[in-house]
Nanobody
């Protein structure tokens, strides 16, 4: 069972920045894919950004050019640098990882961290 702990959320004004971290309880070197999702109040959870084990990244159109996902295999941590934040970025942000366990692809969620963008 992979334990994931997100941190770095908080209250920020529009146009501000935050960096989210997702720390894993084990090496992320073998994680096939690591993602950030978010869920705003009353809305479905949506994929924000993802990064493969090879470092290939993808982003939701709504965050392209503003958010950057990265991973540090030494620190077993994934990051989401969020710049030029907008009110509509307000949500609970979750990290999610995929890895192969006993020959099967398994997914694990963190507990989430609240990001509130407000003036």
């Amino acid at each position: 069972q992979v334990q994931l702990v997100e941190s770095g959320g908080g209250l920020v004004q529009p146009g501000g920045s935050l960096r989210l971290s997702c720390s894993a309880s084990e090496s992320i070197f073998t994680m096939l894919r690591m993602d950030w999702y978010r869920q705003a109040a009353g809305k479905q959870r949506e994929l924000v950004a993802g990064i493969s084990s090879g470092g290939i990244t993808n982003y939701a159109d709504s965050v392209k050019g503003r958010f950057t996902i990265s991973r540090d295999n030494v620190k077993n941590t994934m990051y989401l640098q969020m710049n030029s934040l907008k009110i509509e970025d307000t949500a609970v942000y979750y990290c999610y990882v995929n890895k192969v366990v006993a020959g099967k692809l398994s997914g694990y969620w963190g507990q989430g961290t609240q990001v509130t963008v407000s003036s």
